[in-house]
């Protein structure tokens, strides 16, 4: 299994920014998929869901009506779209999926929201 995100980076307050989670090794329409996020001096907390056949979408209330989690099959990608960009939204993002009690981790993007 192996998970990989890409699109992190610097932006300023206000900014969008399109995360991106590359899943291979593993039947990937057949499972949840979830992005974490871990900020400096902070425990790991869930950002979205999304279920395998792309419903079941579920957000931390921080971020509902800011950020949109979506899937693609086809291709084995799980995206997070995030707008309105905050400083408290700064923070190590993780691509996730849990295959009976066994969890994987990607290796996280840097997400810096600041001006």
């Known amino acids: 299994v192996q998970l990989v995100e890409s699109g992190g980076g610097l932006v300023q307050p206000g900014g969008s920014l399109r995360l991106s989670c590359a899943a291979s090794?593993?039947?990937?329409?057949?499972?949840?998929m979830r992005w974490y996020r871990q900020a400096p001096g902070k425990e790991r907390e869930l950002v979205a869901l999304?279920?395998?056949?792309?419903?079941?979408?579920n957000y931390a209330d921080s971020v509902k009506g800011r950020f949109t989690i979506s899937r693609d099959n086809a291709k084995n990608m799980v995206y997070l779209q995030m707008n309105s960009l905050k400083p408290e939204d700064t923070a190590l993002y993780y691509c996730?999926?849990?295959?009976?009690?066994?969890?994987?981790w990607g290796q996280g993007t840097q997400v810096t929201v600041s001006s």
């Open positions: 090794g593993f039947s990937f329409s057949t499972y949840f």
């Open positions: 999304i279920g395998s056949a792309g419903g079941s979408i």
């Open positions: 996730h999926t849990r295959m009976r009690t066994i969890d994987y």
